[in-house]
């Protein structure tokens, strides 16, 4: 019998923490901000990011979705996260993708001020995860090691296998699975024989995008299995990449799409937020009183 790795549970417990940071901070008169930008028509999108304002709001924290519309340009959306980077009131800022045709993402990432790069978006934050130095970690691959931790499953020692590179999440889960010592295989759009490199791992993560792409021949026996793929589909479902009902049986454990990493992640951006709302806070206070030291006052 495949266990079912739902995240409601640990998304709640994030939740409920980060709420009782947001009110403390409130009660100092930081009320933290995140502020979502997009410029996209994708309804998925719109349906994810609804899903972001909401938690927030469940959270005390307040939330901006600043909708650029889809015919924007680098320059606006450059515009807008240097003016948010700079905006005292906000705390998080997150880059919606997918963007415009044509805008140039790499350019946008580094705009994002690193202090509020709660989706770690900025290769900063990647160099610096990679480099083991703190740092918002990309929330759905943090959401990935956190599901494991809450299941109790450790990575200590195990095989792994990721498929996907992508610099949001393949390659993040790759280097923090091997940060908590996992021996580990990444897959991607040019292996050639995907099977060779996922079916002897013990715990297979995929972030493709492709729905069904995982079958029972992807999959050890026993093997714990996280589906990060969710593709919306036209009638309003969302589908994982993994063929669940083809791999119920053979897995030992896998996460439901949806309903396992996606409230974990979004949870996790919520939480980032007040770190940093945190984090600013204590900056400013320690930047005014060493202010106040060197003009002796
Ligand atoms: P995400 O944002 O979910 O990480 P991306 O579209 O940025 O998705 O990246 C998709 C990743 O999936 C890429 O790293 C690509 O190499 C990988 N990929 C695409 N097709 C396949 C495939 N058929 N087999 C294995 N990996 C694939």
């Not at 901070?25 to 999108?45: K, Q």
């Not at 705390?91 to 350019?107: V, Y």
């Not at 759905?140 to 499953?153: F, K, R, S, W, Y």
């Not at 589909?233 to 049986?249: F, I, N, P």
Request: net charge negative; proline share 5%; hydrophobic share 45%.
């Amino acid at each position: 019998m495949t266990r079912s790795l739902g995240g409601a549970e640990l998304a709640t417990s994030i939740r409920h923490d980060a709420s009782v940071a947001a009110a403390a901070l409130t009660d100092l008169g930081i009320r933290p901000r995140l502020a979502v930008v997009l410029a996209t028509d994708d309804e998925s999108t719109a349906w994810y990011v609804r899903s972001i304002a909401a938690a927030a709001k469940r959270t005390g924290i307040l939330c901006d979705i600043v909708d650029l519309g889809a015919s924007a340009t680098t320059g606006q959306i450059h515009g807008t996260l240097v003016e948010l980077g700079h905006d005292p009131d906000v705390h998080g800022i997150i880059l919606q993708t997918p963007l415009p045709d044509g805008t140039d993402l790499d350019a946008l990432r580094e705009a994002i001020n690193p202090a509020k790069d709660v989706d770690g978006a900025n290769p900063v934050s990647l160099g610096r995860l990679v480099a083991r130095l703190p740092a918002f970690a990309p929330a759905t691959a943090q959401a990935v090691i956190e599901l494991l931790d809450h299941h109790g499953i450790s990575p200590h020692g195990r095989t792994a296998a990721v498929v996907g590179r992508s610099t949001v999440v393949g390659s993040p889960v790759a280097h923090l699975l091997v940060q908590r010592n996992a021996t580990v295989t990444v897959c991607h759009r040019h292996t050639t024989d995907l099977a060779a490199g996922t079916r002897d791992a013990d715990i297979l993560v995929v972030a493709v995008g492709i729905p069904g792409l995982i079958t029972a021949d992807h999959v050890a026996d026993g093997a714990v299995v996280i589906d990060v793929g969710t593709t919306a589909t036209a009638d309003g479902r969302l589908l994982g990449d993994v063929d669940a009902a083809g791999v119920d049986r053979r897995a030992g454990a896998l996460t439901p799409v949806p309903g396992g990493v996606g409230p974990v992640t979004t949870a996790l951006l919520i939480a980032h937020t007040v770190d940093a709302a945190a984090t600013q806070h204590a900056q400013t206070r320690s930047d005014s009183v060493l202010a106040g030291f060197r003009s002796g006052v």
